[in-house]
């Protein structure tokens, strides 16, 4: 199994942006596909984007689509969430997952075997 940290969260003010890094453990990192999920307090985790095993596909939810941008780099076993235009609702605690099953149904945190710890992400109006 790969264990996943964060890092890269923090305060960035409305219109700004910032990239957050997801580091995998362990030899099969380049199976697995990965998601971003994240959860805003008081509300339950949701979806936010997905990249398959070899890259070639990404999803996004919809209030992040054209803001963010998934990505992964296999040579380092670490997968990336850049964000751009953030608003203050993308207040959350972000967390990396890996999906070992190439499951289709991406948006299912049921999909995903292993989770990070999170990383705080904060954005000021």
């Known amino acids: 199994q790969v264990q996943l940290v964060e890092s890269g969260g923090g305060l960035v003010q409305a219109g700004g942006s910032l990239r957050l890094s997801c580091a995998a453990s362990?030899?099969?990192?380049?199976?697995?596909?990965m998601g971003w999920f994240r959860q805003a307090p008081g509300k339950e985790r949701e979806f936010v984007a997905a990249i398959s095993w070899s890259g070639a596909s990404t999803h996004y939810a919809d209030s992040v689509e054209g803001r963010f941008t998934i990505s992964r780099d296999d040579a380092t076993n670490t997968a990336y969430l850049q964000m751009n235009s953030m608003e203050p609702e993308d207040t959350a605690v972000y967390y990396c997952?890996?999906?070992?099953?190439?499951?289709?149904?991406?948006?299912?945190?049921?999909?995903?075997?292993?989770w990070g710890q999170g990383a705080q992400v904060t954005v000021s109006s």
């Open positions: 997952a890996g999906n070992p099953w190439g499951s289709s149904r991406y948006e299912s945190s049921s999909s995903y075997d292993c």
């Open positions: 362990g030899r099969t990192f380049s199976r697995y596909a």
